[in-house]
Structures are given as structure tokens and as C-alpha cells.
């Protein structure tokens, strides 16, 4: 046995125990039986639940359950709104799910560091780390002026889309 061979068994006997202590490590972590179930739809809990009169719907129209229905919706870009609305106020539901697919179809990215949806107006110039150009982003933040720059679509005319901050989850 040559010197060259000691070097080939060592390196495979670190490889060995490099894949024990993966096996080891995903012990831990073993997925659970909850872990495959598929968690939408859910139904939407209001945080605060307010009685209305009788005569108002007191049950949710399962249309809005159906993806079909976000899809046309969808197809009108004046309705990029509803889409926004539904996934900013009705978070953590099915519907919130089906409106960020259809943004995403209509070329809507959302970035995570501003949570904001944005959508280049021009083709924007890219490189390994990040794109810029011309962006137009949907502004939702209401709470703190009063209605006069907030909910509204804006532009940015230099604006770096640094890729590390891109969600990408859902295929469209």
C-alpha cells in the first residue's frame, strides 16, 4: 500500500464520518406526520370579530375559494388592487396564497426587505447580485399618513433590486 492510498482511505474515512453526523443531525429533525399536510385553504379568523346586523352575508362566498376566480380577476390589470388588498389584509389564507400567484403572473415581484410588490417599467440592466432601472412598486403603507402618499402605486427610477432580498416561492 502506496502513500497515495493512505491519503484516499483517510479522505474516505473523514467522508464517513461527515455523513454520520448529517444522518445524526436529520435524526433530529425527523419530519412529522402534520408536516405533510396541506395546510390551505384556512379560514379567515377576523382579529376583531365585531357583531353586524342580520341582514349583512355572515358567511364567507366560497367563490373566493376558488382559484379560478383570482385567475379573472386577475386578467384586468385595474384589478391589481383587489390583489393587493387581499394580500396584504388576509394574511396567512388561501386567498392570500392566490393573490400573490396572480401578482407574480402579472409580472409583480415582491421584495422581503421593503415588503413591497415592485414590477420594472423598462428591462432593467442585471449582473450576478442585483438589477436596476425603472421600477414601479405598489405602496400600501397607510397607517401613518393619513392617506396622502400611502395605497397607491409609485415609481423608482433608480432603483437596485438586490436579488438576495427576491422571494420567489410561488411558480407562477
Same mark, same amino acid.
Given at each position: 500500500?502506496?502513500? =497515495?492510498? $493512505? ?44 357583531? +353586524? ?5 355572515? $358567511? ?27 394580500? #396584504?389584509?388576509?394574511?396567512? +389564507? ?19 426587505? #421593503? ?15 442585483? !438589477? =436596476?432601472? #425603472?421600477? !414601479? ?12 402618499? =400611502? ?12 436579488? !438576495? ?8
Amino acid at each position: 500500500m502506496g502513500q =497515495g492510498d $493512505t491519503a484516499l482511505n483517510s479522505g474516505s474515512i473523514q467522508n464517513q464520518i461527515y455523513n454520520l453526523r448529517m444522518l445524526e443531525a436529520a435524526y433530529h429533525i425527523l419530519p412529522q406526520p402534520r408536516d405533510s399536510e396541506f395546510s390551505f385553504p384556512r379560514s379567515y379568523v377576523p382579529r376583531l370579530p365585531v357583531v +353586524t346586523p342580520a341582514i349583512y352575508p355572515q $358567511t364567507k362566498a366560497t367563490i373566493f375559494d376558488d382559484p379560478d376566480f383570482w385567475k379573472q380577476l386577475a386578467l384586468d390589470p385595474s384589478n391589481n388592487e383587489i390583489l393587493f388588498f387581499a394580500f #396584504y389584509f388576509q394574511q396567512k +389564507t388561501y386567498q392570500q396564497y392566490l393573490a400573490a400567484r396572480e401578482l407574480k403572473r402579472a409580472q409583480w415581484r415582491y421584495h422581503t426587505k #421593503y415588503n413591497l410588490w415592485f414590477r420594472w417599467c423598462n428591462q432593467p440592466s442585471a449582473n450576478d447580485g442585483f !438589477e =436596476g432601472g #425603472y421600477y !414601479e412598486f405598489f405602496n400600501c403603507n397607510i397607517a401613518n399618513d393619513n392617506f396622502r402618499t =400611502g395605497w397607491c402605486r409609485r415609481r423608482a427610477p433608480d432603483f437596485t433590486f438586490e436579488y !438576495e432580498f427576491f422571494e420567489d416561492e410561488l411558480v407562477p
